[in-house]
C-alpha cells in the first residue's frame, strides 16, 4: 500500500461553521462514526468536559471557538461570562488556559462591535496555527529516529488530540514517510483506552504497522525486543522541563531508561507552562471511579470497590531524552535550554 502523504486528513473531527462547532464524539470510536454539535461556550465546556473532545490541543482549540461562539452577538459580557465555564472543563491540559488567555486577550483589544469577527478569524488562527506546529513537530521528530525503529506510544496523541496530524503519532507518521519507523506499538492506556481505541485506529487508518500491547506489557517488550525509542505527547511541561501525561507516562520513562531506550515528549510551545515551576505544582485530574472499575458499563471489580482514578501523572525531566516542539527540540532537558529554544 503507498504511504499515505502527512496532510493528508482522513478524520474530519472539528469543524466550525460559524455559528456552531460540530465535533466528532470519541467516546464512541471506533466502532460508531458520530459527531455532536456545539452552538454555544457552554455546550463547548460540556462536550470538553465529558471526553465528547479530547486531548490538550483539541481542547485548546475547541476552547477558542467556544470563546467565538459566546462573541456571536458582539456582547463583550457574554465573552466574559462564557470564559470560566470553558477554563473549569478540565484541570491538566494547560493548552485550555492558554487558548482562554489569547482569545481574551483578543476580546478586550478592539471595539465591541466587531468582537465576532474578530473573535472568529481568532480561533480559526488558532487552530491554523496548531495544525502548523504539527507539521514542523513532525519534521524534527522524525529527524532524531534511527531507520527501522519500533516505538511504543501511550495513550492518543494524533490527529484526534490535535488540529492536524497530531504530536507524538505526528513524528511517528513523520518517521514512517521517512522510513525511519518500523512498528509501533500502542499501549492501550487502561482506564478510557485512547491507546487502544484511538491511537490505533489513526495508525491502521495511516498503512502503519502496529500491534497493540496492554499497559502491564511494555516492560518485557523492552527487554525481550528491539524497542527504539518511546515518543509520548503532553498536556503540560513545567518551566522545568518535567512533563505530564497520561496516567502511566511516568512508569514508560522509567522503563526506558532502565533498558536505555531513548523517551521523547512531542509538544508544541501552547503546552508548556512556564508559570509552573515544576511538575509536582501540576493539578492532576482525578475522574469518576466508574472508569476504574467498570468497562463499558460492565463491572469488572465488586460491587462497593474502592479505587483511584488519576488521569495524569508526572515524568522528571531527567528521565526525558528530548522535547520537541515547533520551535525547536530541548535536549538536554531542563529550564534554561526549554526557554532558550521557545525564545528562537
Ligand atoms: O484524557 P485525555 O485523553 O485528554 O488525555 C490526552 C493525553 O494525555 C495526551 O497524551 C496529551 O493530551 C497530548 S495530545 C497531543
Known sequence: MAKKPLHEDPIKHIVWKGDRLIVLDQRYLPRTVKYATCRSAADVAKATKDMVLRGAPLIGCAAAYGMALAARRNRLSEVLKAEPVLRRARPTAVNLMHALDHMLAVAKAGPEKTLSKRMAAAAVKYYEDDLGFNARMAALGAALLRRGSNVITHCNAGALATAGIGTAVGMIRGGWLAGKVKHVYPCETRPYLQGARLTLWELMMAGIPATLITDNMA???????????????????????????????????????????????VAPSTTVDLSTKHGDLIPIEERSIQEVVEIFGAKIAPKGAKAHHFGFDVTPHALVTAIVTEKGVVSPVNGANLRKVLNS
Open 219 to 265: 516492560a518485557h517488550l523492552m527487554k525481550t525486543r528491539k524497542i527504539d525509542a518511546v515518543i509520548v505527547g503532553s498536556d503540560r511541561i513545567a518551566a522545568n522541563g518535567d512533563v505530564c501525561n497520561k496516567i502511566g507516562t511516568y512508569g514508560l520513562a522509567i522503563l526506558a531508561r532502565h533498558h536505555r531506550i531513548p523517551f521523547y515528549v
